[in-house]
């Protein structure tokens, strides 16, 4: 039986899709902050047009810049596998199929938006591009992005993962980036933090939070971020514009559509470019976002206006949340730990669109590492909340005696992870749910506020 | 300018390819040790014939089983880039062309053979294999290889490696494998080892020396050797042939052809092929093997008849040596650690069809931080080798101002070794070198014996 549906490298999809042409409904507007005393405290990442336009319009293609092509063509297409061996563990009638974004140079995803935002920023002059990232996958993406365009990187990775993972660091400094330990004493944001308890382990709130300060004081430099805007999910569609034409290779259309949802990129890549497929061909097909139980901001969450990040110093957007101000804990997967939903993906779900559900923790790395036996690839923390799903839908599969086609998106390996599988082997994995009323706590504020 | 020559996944070789066919003169026989007080002391690996035959004769081409083809084209043909972008930082003339085997489900090469030799073990009816491991790679591809077939795996590890490399040993857990820390108490070798020093670091003599015996006391259980062997030599040369295909597409042939030398498993994949080709096509290609300064067994060790593991159980096998109870100190690269070169390679050495060169451990890691910056990927320690040759090749032809076309094989990725890339980053890699009287006095006793 064929596993594997390969693409050649001509086959780089040309055009990134963007789904506002397909919604028949508006995406609500962002809102700059109220001013306080007088004094308005937002502070606008300025991106360049050539960037945000697009994104925001209702043009169906996007042509995605030659250079940035060619960088996408050093891995990509990346490969769509039949899970055959997974199916016969699984004793299932079920076809499991997953889009293998691993093989990246970054390891992830991340990289397709890492790629396209450098060549935009350096275009439009810049020389420097700044960013947080929780667990690594960003930062090391971003940091190979801006080496080919001479620019230099700089990295506020949060402080828990910056002892955790200590070789996420490594590889960013190998790219040639400066990785600061957040908070820092480097912006105000950050010694106030300090200043509040010096033990703090950080959050990606206030990594990013830094960033933006530190960016909004040097010339020629710009803050980015990895995942929820628009244009990061405009990017991230040549994965599910790829799968589209690995699947109809494989001769199969899929029921369900799965990725994890941490902001929402990989999810959005993954789905998207199937969501315009299914409502050409009335297909039904059901699109599922993965979130743990430590974050569960679609399935717990409301939908309302929210900053994005910790000390609410960008404008605020409309998305399912559980407040800014939301700690997740004890969450090996760093990459779903933010607190909200991007706008698109969130006015999808509002809307019945979309779907989503929740696993704790130890069922995750249950699966990922019967994943990884079967099939020969660890998946990252994140991608294994993917990988939960599809089995879940696999036995499902069995149990109604139906066949289905299950695809999902394996976002990245979790090479730089295995301490966390290595926790689940020893069986020390630790599941920690928010209450209801720590939800209805950080949601307060947000709800009571006009 | 193109970057990447890919192959379709129907392009993998059907056939590896045996060097015997085509090299002019006889590899010396294997002997077993004398016996001692009318005791023979041998313990020889049974390998399936069907496996055997094929490395000791004459054909040309060998099939690769369908099944085994099978598995390869779950991540073959792997690609075959053009490092533009270190051309470019090294303002060189030279073509550099680089195989990439780090795309594989273990990060390197070795699952090639891994695959290869479980096939052939479970069609002979074993039903667990053995084997022992210094840095990992070896016993992470056996591990994963095992499971399709049903097969147990036990892995002796290298203590030092499996106290400062945990994950690799996590990477083997989840494939299912049991991973005995060596020198173990599970033989009579290990017990041994610990009497005579508790605080022994263990050592690939040791482990393999473990899992030997620890084979032999048990039915349909099989001892596996990850390099050295020729049936192994030959499952790489799957390597070669893909790269001689892409080069070909390219539109170049090497004049260089590089490869890390451990045992000589990478080297003689990338090289075989291309030695085959350029006698057809009298290209006067050159084969350069490269090893760390630390275990220099082809440019400062002797060929003579010498054991391939540490306490002397196995046949003799005449090769580049430093003497089987060499050790090599401080060297991160562990799958270059090992004493002695394969027969073939050791030969056609002897005879001048290959040539060979070494590097200081702290040159290597500067060059593969280098490789990783400009290419964007981190290479395994033993193939940041072959880069720091591939770079010196492309300096020279700087000087010379001559065109060259260089081939090198990255043999795996580093994303396991960042511990050692950090080392490097902080300033505190350590070059240690064997003095002459060290080598003398470790290959005395083979030169004096009869």
Known sequence: MRQVFDLEADRVPTHWY????????????????????????????????????PSIGRDR???IPEPVRAEYQRWRPTPLYRATRLEKELDTPAHIYFKYEGTSPSGSHKINTALAQAYYYAQSGVKEMITGTGAGQWG???????????????????????????YRGTLMRMNGARVIESPSMETEVGRAALRADPDSPGSLGIANAEAIEYANARKEARFSIGSGENHVLLHQTVIGEEALLQMRLAGEFPDVVIGAMGAGSNFAGITF?????????????????????????????????????????????????????????????????????????????????????????????????????????????????????????????REERTERVILFNLSGHGLLDLSAYETHLAGDTVDVVPTDEQIQASLRPLIESP
């Open 18 to 53: 963007n789904v506002l042409a397909d919604l028949p409904f508006e995406i609500p507007a962002p809102r700059s902050a109220p001013a306080v005393n007088g004094e308005r405290k937002t502070l606008n990442p300025q991106l360049p047009l050539s960037m945000y336009r």
């Open 61 to 63: 293609f996007i042509e």
């Open 140 to 166: 090391t993406a971003l940091s190979m992005a801006c080496h080919p365009y001479g620019m230099e990187c700089t990295v506020f990775m949060v402080r828990s993962s910056y002892r955790q993972k200590p």
């Open 273 to 397: 470019p199937f969501y315009r497929a299914a409502r050409e061909e009335n297909a039904g097909t059901r699109f599922l976002a993965v979130e743990p139980d430590a974050c569960p901001k679609m399935t717990r969450g409301r939908y309302v206006m929210d900053y994005t990040d910790y000390s609410g110093m960008t404008p605020m957007v409309k998305m399912y949340t559980l407040g800014h101000r939301f700690t997740a804990y004890h969450i090996h997967a760093g990459g779903l730990r933010y607190h909200g939903a991007a706008p698109i993906v969130s006015a999808m779900y509002d809307k019945g669109l979309m779907d989503a559900t929740s696993y704790s923790q130890s069922r995750v790395f249950e699966c990922g590492a019967a994943f990884a036996r079967a099939e020969g690839l660890v998946p990252a923390p994140e991608s294994a909340h993917a990988v939960t799903a599809a089995i879940d839908e696999a036995l499902k599969a």
